[in-house]
């Protein structure tokens, strides 16, 4: 376990099949490919250990994170210190520890409950107050207004809009950048 609270629990991917068979399975439902990927996307097993049994092995820069609820795993969060590339397209400082973060919940009957917000949340603070980040992003495709919506009430506010920055079911779409930085967080719902 890396952190939790009454919700939900975060914990390090495992280089095991439990949790590349629920990455296949989730990165191919439809509906979850609507927010990610694009409804037309399609993976292997071996495509997916491919990508993320590096980062499970702790052979990448990427931490990659299971989000559970009582036991089950329900998505998918991972962290990373910015790129060089994206610290200059996001206009962030070069001077700053700067974190980037990607999740989405992937059993789609826990959708619209507040497990994304919670999981969110949890880890910015492992990323502010154990890793002692000063800033972290997160890039939501511009037509996501909801997961918008669920950053906002994390804190986040948006910064640019990076226009054709992402490959989406075979388009380039446009992402919201936006930005975290300690005084802006809000932990359990509250201001800050």
């Known amino acids: 376990m890396l952190i939790k609270d009454s919700r ?12 590349y068979v629920s990455l296949l399975r989730w990165l191919n439902d439809e ?9 037309s996307a399609r993976y292997t097993l071996e495509q997916i250990k491919h990508k993320y049994g590096p980062r499970a092995k702790g052979e990448h820069y990427v931490t ?12 998918y969060i991972q962290f990373y210190p910015l790129q060089q590339e994206e610290i200059k397209a996001y206009g962030a400082r ?7 973060i990607d999740l989405f919940i992937g059993e789609s009957l826990h959708w619209n409950q507040g497990f994304g917000t919670a999981a969110l949340r949890l880890v910015t603070s492992y990323l502010f107050d154990v890793k002692g980040a000063d800033e972290i992003y997160i890039d939501p495709q511009t037509w ?10 994390c804190g986040f506010e948006k910064v640019k809009v990076l226009y054709g920055r992402e490959w989406f079911d075979g388009e ?14 809000r932990i359990e719902g509250g201001e800050p």
């Open 31 to 39: 509906q979850v490919l609507r927010f990610i990927e694009g409804p």
């Open 8 to 19: 939900v629990l975060i914990r390090l991917m495992k280089d095991a099949d439990e949790d």
């Open 94 to 100: 070069e001077d700053n520890r700067t974190f980037g």
């Open 144 to 153: 996501n207004t909801r997961a918008i919506r669920s950053y906002e009430k």
């Open 172 to 185: 380039r779409k446009d992402n919201q950048i936006m930005r975290l930085s300690p005084n802006r967080r």
């Open 64 to 75: 990659p994170c299971m989000i559970e609820m009582e036991s089950t795993s329900i998505g």
